[in-house]
């Protein structure tokens, strides 16, 4: 679906404006010792196209997703956040042991973080933009 992702690697998809969704890609940035992950904001063309191939209810899941081009496959809210965890090898890919939890049980915690994630962590105004050495990690330009 997304020609400019390599069929090897996942697109993480965040929310460009959120500091805990921006603390999280730049923690799965220092520890992709694989090179799997590639990033892109929600709020970029790539997201929308994501967003829209999927019909994703953005009103509903707005804080990550985790698209593989291998499968077209998407994955949302818990699972995606457990299935990144996995990819980075371990210690970290030990959390995906809860994957054995129904997603309903997951999400219900994932949610609750999700919801009040401005209010603890704060938004920023715009984007964030990587730096030039990481802009080579990040697909899509920006929609503002």
């Keep these: ?53 999927f019909k994703v209810d953005v009103s509903k899941t707005d804080s990550i997703l985790l698209y593989s081009p291998e499968n077209d496959s998407l994955k949302i809210k818990s699972s995606a956040a457990l299935h990144v965890a996995k990819d980075l090898g371990f210690p970290r890919s030990l959390l995906s042991v809860f994957l054995i939890v129904p997603a309903f049980i997951r999400n219900l915690v994932y949610d609750f973080i999700a919801k009040n994630r401005y209010k603890w962590y704060g938004k920023k105004e715009s984007c964030w933009i990587p730096t030039p050495e990481l802009k080579a990690k990040f697909i899509g330009e920006i929609n503002t």
Excluded: W
């Design 1 to 53: 679906m997304i020609k400019r992702l390599p069929k090897n690697k996942k697109l993480i998809l965040f929310d460009g404006v959120c500091n805990l969704c921006s603390a999280s890609v730049q923690y799965a940035i220092t520890h992709d010792k694989n090179n799997v992950f590639m990033f892109a904001a929600l709020q970029s063309d790539i997201g929308e196209q994501v967003i829209n191939h």
